[in-house]
């Protein structure tokens, strides 16, 4: 089995890693009964002897003796990751697998990708090329971040391009956190169009993610608990937001509840690499399925039934209603609506007790009512894991790579236009060493052709599918 | 003589396991109808066939697992030492950390190269086990990267060290509705390559099976276990020991070089597929009986109109007349049309076999014209009954009922070659664009052979 190395980069990036390590040590401690260490663990922990100094002390079978997170922790402002050093996880981080700064970036992305980039790229090799090592197998690296501000953005997308060169057969996962429109960081569409650039060179694949859409289903999930129709308590024992484990009413943001969203998403991805099933899907697996032409690699994610993502306890509706949900626009993850738009290929990873009959049963009842593009029209990879999320029957994640993902470009696009044609806050990034007007424009072109890749897939949309001439053999 | 079963990727595993633990238990089988001493020699000629035994007389699988990922093969090892009564040799599995990646030039280019070594010295040990080899039997699906890659980088190495021995490669053909969005190419790579480097591709589709279990067997909720058990079945009722001949006492005793001798008698037709009749669930079983007549009547319709279970079978197709000419090529677009056969093998197995007339499998109206019926057909007839079935009929036919499939998916696969979709991935681990045409070329050519007939 292979092992894969979560790098979680800013403020938001740590935040939701944070929430990520959470819910992976719950999900292995309710599926390891045992406290064996064993292959699934080994994917995201480390075993460490803790009694032994230095580096010798892992330990890779037997029993479970002290779990270490196998990540890389980033930020170049110390607040968030001194809280995670003095909370409840505190344990499962390294104090060697942290690289800290005092100043921050000031939500600017030359400062994170050009000063401290620079500043700390041998320390970053390190610290990699350590987490490396530990792993028998390393397949995959996580990247998580935000694209709007400086650290996560900046440094985030640095970082890429380090993983390139020096790991170039490891897979480049990346999780990015799109802004909203209402984004309160004035800078972000520069942020994010120069981010974009690096993630369309060198990620193999992006899940874009955005705070808005994550609010809208956190608020949807609330009015299930709070209406008391469908009998909903709250449920002890299974994953979700805060380790305080109550779900309860919030007033602002509930960036906690966001957050486990997104860990749930990493968590089922890997779910079917970790655990058995009939119809396994590896990571590389989701790389060589979903993307058919190397730029073409951003995935839109959808979790369903949403109750998987609460602590609650509501009666299981049908499971067809759950592959039904999949493909509306409410439970994107990023906002965009697949049934809409045209579909290069669609995965479907089930959890649970769901077998090969529903999985089929389900694609071939909702396949009228999408459009495929016309060389992939049964474009499906399946995946059935038999381990369910901890206190549920089964779940889906459904990642598609879809031309819905269109509209965030274009309106991330319009608004970096409008700031920069006023060349807003524009000195703040030129004065930095290594930035000139032309980083924008390339980032800018970037982004234009990719959005021109997915207008020329729209346009086959509503053109018959033809059969082409097929090679004619003599006999 | 031994057959040496190679179990490939993830597919591979689960279906060897169901094979294996099929052929035990029938071979275990109370019921055989047939005398205490006939029983025997069945138990005996299976166990040459399928399983080495240890001191303490527990079976061992002649088998060697490998796969690129451990956890299929982690779950098959423990099923098979679970019944106590069979395993598998526990240092006969090839296993790595990585999987394929569904990607068939890894399969092909990367794992193979890298692991040939290992891999041929695991078959080696298990081939000098046999007393004697009758050939290998590998079983691999087309859609996914170890399988299907690796699966054809093995074919050919075995070709090239073991030339005297004969390959009989079990091949899935994976959902037409997509099970990896890949597939396509990923079997039209596997197919030419295994056309040149395999002696009979024995073909079973998971859509026929999977009707198999909805229909006939009335599963609701099927999953893959189901349709692997459905296939072990048939597969086991193709590979059990056979009388050798008309009023003989002695079990076959090369089974891959009889099937192949009467079914393949030409390089260009390689594609073989099973149908059996009746296949049921255990409780109807008890409340059928059956005629071998009815039995053999269905099985002809069967073939005949290329019907891949007994139910929904079309009676209206008829062969043609016989003394006419053909009526035409055949054409894939055409609904039901005449399906056509090189040759046929029926293996009856149960009471009365004796009885059983199959004159109606000789009609030359049935074979295509270059071959006679009596060259063309064979018939096999066991007393020892299979399974809990009193009468059970198995058909292996080499015919033109696979050329609707095979056209399909290399017209999928053309329509996406044709946009460069993944080929990226591909040219990657350097299986080039004219591998890809090669392989078009080769399977345009089977399937206008096929048409032909």
Redesign the interface.
Known sequence: ??QSVVVQVGQCGNQIGCCFWDLALREHAAVNKKGIYD?AISSFFRNVDTRVVGDGGNISKGKICSLKARAVLIDMEEGVVNEILQGPLRDVFDSKQLITDISGSGNNWAVGHKVFGSLYQEKILEKLRKSAEHC??L?CFFIIHSMGGGTGSGLGTFLLKVLEDEFPEVYRFVTSIYPSGEDDVITSPYNSILAMKELNEHADCVLPIDNQSLFDIISKIDLMVNSGKLGAAIKPNSLVTSSTGVFKKRQEKPFDAMNNIVANLLLNLTSSAR??G???M?L??I????????QLHYLVSSLTPLYTLADVNIPPRRLDQMFSDAFSKDHQLIRADPRHCLYL?CALMVRGNV????L?RN??RL?PSLQFV?????????S?CSVPPVGHSHSLLALANNTCVKPTFIELRERFIKLYKKKAHLHHYLQIEGMEESCFTEAVSSLSALIQEYNQLDATKSMPVE??P????A? | MSIVTVQLG?CGN?IGFEVFDALFNDSHCPRGLCSKRENEAYQASCKERFFSEEENGVLVARAVLVDM????IN?TLSKAAHSGLWKYGQHSCFCQ???????WAYGYSVHGPRHEESIMNLIRKEVEKCDSLSGFFIIMSMAG?TGSGLGAFVTQNLQDQYSSALKMNQIIWP????????QNYNSILTLSHLYRSSDALLVHENDAV?KI??KLMNIK?????D?NQVLAHQLGSVFQPTYSGEGSFHYRRNPLGDLMENLVPHPEFKMLGVRNIPQMSENSLAYSTFTWAGLLKHLRQMLISNAKMEEGIDWQVRPPLSGLPPLGNMSVNKETRFNTSIANLVILRGKDVHSADVGAFKDPALYTSWLEPVHAFSVWKTQRAFRKYEKSAALVSNSQSLVKPLDMI???A???F?????L??YTKFGIEEEDFLDS??LL??VI??YC?L
């Open positions: 089995m292979t292959e028998d197998c397949q655990f058995e009939s119809l396994n590896d590389n697996e790389s060589m399925n979903l993307v058919p032409f190397p290929a077998q090969i009959s529903d089929r694609i071939e396949k016309s060389w992939n029209q049964e474009g499906w990879k399946t059935l059969d082409l097929r090679l004619n053999v006999m | 993830q689960q990922e451990p956890k299929v779950q950390k990585q999987g394929s990646g569904n990607n990267g959902y037409g509705n997509g099970e990896v969005i890949v999977h279990c909805a909720q099927i999953s893959f276990c349709i290399v017209g999928k053309w329509n996406m044709a946009s460069r979709a993944y990226h991935q078009f070329m345009e050519q206008a052979s032909n």
